[in-house]
């Protein structure tokens, strides 16, 4: 599809133009077995520039581990610049965990599965600074403008957003125009921050479909238009954007007025 080209087209291009200007020398790039970091990934290695994949594990499941290693392997017979290490980050949030005090509150697991993402992001971050490199994020639009569906400081800790502006099912179509390995598209998305096997729906409540239609009809319908699972869609997603606010806007900052700073001597 001839659209489809162009958009990827321009994202590389915008790949290119932004790290020329910062002045950095290649991409870091966590690869998770899903399709958000398989593009990411791709559209990196396009540019030319060096592009650093890094599979964190931290007790995935094999089919995770499998498809993101194997991702890696295809980029690496496709392009050059393509380098990676495979991590296991077992140890160290084994490490996190048992510095822990003992805890019956509620969001202990929530905050486990945040810190997770964390512990990835720092790993992220000191191969950019060791190789002057961007790390590039993978969230897409429903995610990171839509839901909030990632973790502050943790996957939401990134130099640079690629696929932001793409919503999941045009992620899907960058996908096939670039002939992502078929089972990283079959896969059911999932964040891999749990224990179990919880794909993003389970979590959502709604599938990505669902929640985009809400995105692209939000002031087209009333609720008379709508079916009672599209009501519910709704429900959802407002209840997820509000609450998650604060990850899509900027970190408030108290000002001080200026006859309050001028009043005091520093």
Known sequence: MESIKKVSDYIENWLKQYIKKSKMDGFVVGVSGGVDSAVTSTICARTGFPTLCLEMSIYQNSSQISNARKHISWLEDKYKNVSHYNLSLNKLYDEFCNSLPSTKNKKHELALANSRARLRMANLYYFSTINNYLVAGTGNKVEDFGIGFYTKYGDGGVDLSPIADLLKSEVFLLARHLNIIEDIQKTAPTDGLWDDDRTDEDQIGA???????????????????????????????NYLNNKNKHKMIPIPICKVPDNLKNSVKF
Not at 213 to 227: A, G
């Open 207 to 237: 599938s990505y479909d669902e929640i985009e239609f809400v995105m692209k009809n939000l002031e087209k319908n009333s609720e008379k238009k709508l079916t009672k699972r599209q009501k519910k869609v709704f429900e959802i997603y």
